[in-house]
Nanobody
């Protein structure tokens, strides 16, 4: 399984962006898809993730502003980000956990930059 992110960019505070994580390969083996972010000088952190069963979890800092969802037709896992704040500025990464030979492996995308600034 491989993933590629898209949708990053520059947005003003209070604005919205939608990130997409396009998956390819043995998609049916995917267990969980997560969006992570890493700001300069900070550790990478989990923003939101969703299981194939549809259970989603969010970091407290993005609850009620971000929504993670799956588009079955496009094979993407999207992150809708509303009411963006300057502190949301970071490189956003998609990570998939997938089953292989009885165990879970993971694959990270290359990341997409999100900048929130006026």
């Amino acid at each position: 399984v491989q993933v590629v992110e898209s949708g990053g960019g520059l947005v003003q505070p209070g604005g919205s962006l939608r990130l997409s994580c396009l998956a390819s390969g043995l998609i049916y083996t995917i267990n969980t898809v997560g969006w992570y972010r890493q700001a300069p000088g900070k550790e990478r952190e989990l923003v939101a993730d969703i299981t194939t069963g549809g259970t989603a979890d969010y970091a407290d800092s993005v609850k009620d502003r971000f929504t993670i969802s799956r588009d079955y037709a496009k094979n993407t896992w999207d992150l809708q980000m509303n009411n963006l704040k300057p502190e949301d500025t970071a490189v956003y990464y998609c990570k998939v956990d997938y089953w292989r030979s009885g165990g879970l492996l993971d694959y990270w995308g290359q990341g997409t930059q999100v900048t929130v600034s006026s």
